[in-house]
Protein backbone atom coordinates (compact mmCIF):
# COMPACT_ATOMS: atom_id res chain seq x y z
CA UNK A 1 0.00 0.00 0.00
CA UNK A 2 1.37 3.59 -0.88
CA UNK A 3 0.32 6.61 0.81
CA UNK A 4 1.25 10.42 0.97
CA UNK A 5 1.39 12.10 4.23
CA UNK A 6 0.38 15.41 4.25
CA UNK A 7 1.84 19.08 6.47
CA UNK A 8 -0.86 20.99 8.18
CA UNK A 9 -0.47 23.37 5.04
CA UNK A 10 -1.15 20.56 2.76
CA UNK A 11 2.16 20.17 1.18
CA UNK A 12 3.76 16.91 1.02
CA UNK A 13 5.42 15.65 4.00
CA UNK A 14 6.54 11.97 2.80
CA UNK A 15 5.72 9.09 1.21
CA UNK A 16 4.96 6.20 2.89
CA UNK A 17 4.63 2.54 1.99
CA UNK A 18 3.10 -0.10 3.83
CA UNK A 19 3.19 -4.09 3.36
CA UNK A 20 -0.53 -5.37 4.20
CA UNK A 21 -1.80 -8.40 4.89
CA UNK A 22 -4.75 -9.77 3.28
CA UNK A 23 -7.02 -9.49 6.53
CA UNK A 24 -9.85 -9.88 4.27
CA UNK A 25 -9.35 -13.56 4.09
CA UNK A 26 -8.84 -14.50 8.19
CA UNK A 27 -11.86 -16.39 9.88
CA UNK A 28 -12.55 -15.54 13.32
CA UNK A 29 -11.78 -17.86 15.39
CA UNK A 30 -9.12 -19.95 13.42
CA UNK A 31 -7.05 -16.35 12.31
CA UNK A 32 -8.08 -14.33 15.12
CA UNK A 33 -10.36 -14.52 18.25
CA UNK A 34 -10.49 -10.38 19.18
CA UNK A 35 -10.54 -7.13 17.36
CA UNK A 36 -10.51 -3.87 18.74
CA UNK A 37 -8.55 -0.03 17.59
CA UNK A 38 -8.21 2.29 20.10
CA UNK A 39 -10.20 5.50 18.89
CA UNK A 40 -10.69 8.46 21.48
CA UNK A 41 -14.01 10.08 21.94
CA UNK A 42 -13.85 13.32 19.80
CA UNK A 43 -15.80 14.94 23.37
CA UNK A 44 -12.77 13.56 25.33
CA UNK A 45 -10.36 15.28 23.20
CA UNK A 46 -12.46 18.38 23.16
CA UNK A 47 -12.66 18.23 27.02
CA UNK A 48 -8.79 17.72 27.45
CA UNK A 49 -8.50 20.97 26.21
CA UNK A 50 -10.61 22.88 27.20
CA UNK A 51 -8.90 21.48 30.72
CA UNK A 52 -5.12 22.10 29.20
CA UNK A 53 -6.47 25.80 28.80
CA UNK A 54 -8.09 26.68 31.62
CA UNK A 55 -4.75 25.08 33.80
CA UNK A 56 -2.07 26.36 30.87
CA UNK A 57 -0.92 22.96 30.47
CA UNK A 58 1.43 21.90 27.77
CA UNK A 59 0.42 19.78 24.88
CA UNK A 60 2.67 17.69 22.96
CA UNK A 61 1.92 15.95 19.65
CA UNK A 62 3.64 12.37 18.74
CA UNK A 63 3.43 9.71 16.05
CA UNK A 64 4.61 5.94 16.85
CA UNK A 65 6.48 4.88 13.36
CA UNK A 66 4.93 1.83 12.26
CA UNK A 67 3.20 0.73 15.34
CA UNK A 68 1.57 -2.56 14.42
CA UNK A 69 4.56 -4.11 13.87
CA UNK A 70 5.57 -3.20 17.51
CA UNK A 71 3.05 -6.08 18.89
CA UNK A 72 3.45 -9.61 18.61
CA UNK A 73 1.12 -12.23 17.28
CA UNK A 74 -0.90 -14.90 19.47
CA UNK A 75 -1.75 -17.41 16.38
CA UNK A 76 0.17 -18.56 13.25
CA UNK A 77 -0.41 -17.03 10.55
CA UNK A 78 1.17 -17.76 7.09
CA UNK A 79 1.10 -15.24 4.26
CA UNK A 80 2.00 -15.66 0.57
CA UNK A 81 5.08 -13.98 -0.27
CA UNK A 82 5.35 -10.37 -1.59
CA UNK A 83 4.99 -9.29 -5.16
CA UNK A 84 9.06 -9.11 -6.19
CA UNK A 85 10.37 -11.26 -3.57
CA UNK A 86 12.53 -14.22 -4.66
CA UNK A 87 11.08 -17.63 -4.12
CA UNK A 88 13.72 -20.45 -3.33
CA UNK A 89 11.20 -23.53 -3.26
CA UNK A 90 7.55 -23.66 -4.65
CA UNK A 91 4.52 -23.03 -2.55
CA UNK A 92 7.03 -20.92 0.22
CA UNK A 93 4.87 -18.85 2.27
CA UNK A 94 6.10 -16.28 5.57
CA UNK A 95 5.05 -17.04 9.02
CA UNK A 96 4.62 -14.23 10.61
CA UNK A 97 6.05 -13.00 14.04
CA UNK A 98 4.94 -9.50 14.22
CA UNK A 99 1.21 -8.19 13.05
CA UNK A 100 1.26 -6.58 9.92
CA UNK A 101 -1.17 -4.02 8.93
CA UNK A 102 -4.73 -5.50 6.94
CA UNK A 103 -4.76 -8.30 9.84
CA UNK A 104 -7.64 -8.06 11.49
CA UNK A 105 -5.89 -8.37 15.36
CA UNK A 106 -3.12 -6.12 14.47
CA UNK A 107 -4.99 -3.14 16.10
CA UNK A 108 -5.43 -5.09 19.23
CA UNK A 109 -2.47 -6.55 19.37
CA UNK A 110 -0.75 -2.66 19.18
CA UNK A 111 -2.97 -1.77 21.83
CA UNK A 112 -2.37 -4.02 24.22
CA UNK A 113 1.62 -3.89 24.25
CA UNK A 114 1.00 0.24 24.29
CA UNK A 115 -1.54 -0.17 27.47
CA UNK A 116 1.04 -2.74 29.23
CA UNK A 117 4.03 0.55 28.44
CA UNK A 118 1.72 3.04 29.41
CA UNK A 119 0.73 0.68 32.79
CA UNK A 120 4.78 0.07 33.77
CA UNK A 121 5.21 3.73 34.06
CA UNK A 122 2.40 4.23 36.59
CA UNK A 123 -0.78 5.50 34.21
CA UNK A 124 -3.97 4.18 34.55
CA UNK A 125 -6.90 3.68 31.81
CA UNK A 126 -9.82 5.94 32.06
CA UNK A 127 -13.04 3.70 32.37
CA UNK A 128 -15.33 5.97 30.22
CA UNK A 129 -12.79 5.94 27.12
CA UNK A 130 -9.73 3.44 27.17
CA UNK A 131 -7.82 5.49 25.06
CA UNK A 132 -7.15 8.26 27.72
CA UNK A 133 -4.37 6.89 30.24
CA UNK A 134 -3.74 9.03 33.13
CA UNK A 135 -1.25 9.12 35.98
CA UNK A 136 -0.19 11.51 39.09
CA UNK A 137 -2.73 13.67 41.21
CA UNK A 138 -3.86 17.14 41.25
CA UNK A 139 -0.41 19.13 41.71
CA UNK A 140 1.57 16.88 39.11
CA UNK A 141 -1.23 15.40 36.41
CA UNK A 142 -0.57 13.69 32.68
CA UNK A 143 -2.71 12.82 30.81
CA UNK A 144 -2.32 10.85 27.41
CA UNK A 145 -4.95 10.29 24.55
CA UNK A 146 -4.18 7.05 21.65
CA UNK A 147 -5.68 7.34 18.57
CA UNK A 148 -4.38 4.06 16.63
CA UNK A 149 -0.34 5.77 16.37
CA UNK A 150 -1.41 9.19 17.40
CA UNK A 151 -0.46 10.43 20.89
CA UNK A 152 -1.57 13.53 22.45
CA UNK A 153 0.78 14.84 26.21
CA UNK A 154 -1.29 16.91 28.23
CA UNK A 155 1.19 17.88 31.37
CA UNK A 156 1.71 21.18 33.69
CA UNK A 157 5.25 20.02 33.48
CA UNK A 158 7.39 20.44 30.21
CA UNK A 159 10.12 18.09 31.64
CA UNK A 160 7.52 15.54 32.40
CA UNK A 161 6.66 15.44 28.94
CA UNK A 162 10.41 15.05 27.83
CA UNK A 163 10.27 12.18 30.55
CA UNK A 164 7.30 10.76 29.11
CA UNK A 165 8.03 10.93 25.38
CA UNK A 166 11.46 9.64 25.94
CA UNK A 167 10.09 6.45 27.25
CA UNK A 168 7.93 6.12 24.12
CA UNK A 169 10.69 6.77 21.95
CA UNK A 170 13.11 3.95 23.53
CA UNK A 171 10.45 1.59 23.88
CA UNK A 172 8.90 1.96 20.47
CA UNK A 173 10.40 5.09 18.47
CA UNK A 174 8.43 8.06 18.22
CA UNK A 175 8.21 10.73 15.80
CA UNK A 176 7.80 14.17 18.01
CA UNK A 177 5.60 16.15 16.32
CA UNK A 178 6.07 19.22 18.69
CA UNK A 179 2.50 21.38 19.99
CA UNK A 180 0.11 20.07 18.98
CA UNK A 181 -1.55 21.66 16.31
CA UNK A 182 -4.04 19.34 14.80
CA UNK A 183 -5.41 16.10 15.75
CA UNK A 184 -8.67 14.48 13.96
CA UNK A 185 -9.41 17.08 11.44
CA UNK A 186 -9.22 19.23 14.76
CA UNK A 187 -6.25 22.47 13.81
CA UNK A 188 -5.53 23.64 17.15
CA UNK A 189 -3.83 27.52 17.91
CA UNK A 190 -2.49 28.69 21.05
CA UNK A 191 -2.76 31.76 21.95
CA UNK A 192 -2.70 33.98 25.18
CA UNK A 193 -6.51 33.69 24.90
CA UNK A 194 -7.09 30.47 25.50
CA UNK A 195 -6.92 27.66 22.49
CA UNK A 196 -8.84 28.03 19.88
CA UNK A 197 -10.06 24.86 17.45
CA UNK A 198 -10.82 25.28 14.06
Known amino acids: MYKIKYKVDGSV ?5 HLVAKGYNQLEGIDYL ?17 VAAKKDWFLKQLDVDN ?3 HSDLNENIYMLMPPGMKIQKEN ?21 KLSSSLQDIGFSQFNADHSLFTRGNELKFTALLVYVDDIILARNSSHEIEEITT ?3 QTFKVKDL ?14 SKGIHIY
Request: aromatic share 12%; glycine share 6%; charged share 25%.
Open 34 to 50: KTFSSVVKITIVRTLLV
Open 92 to 112: QVCKLKKSLYGLKQSGRQWFT
Open 178 to 191: GDLKCFLGLEVARS
Open 167 to 169: HLD
Open 13 to 17: ERYKA
Open 67 to 69: AYL
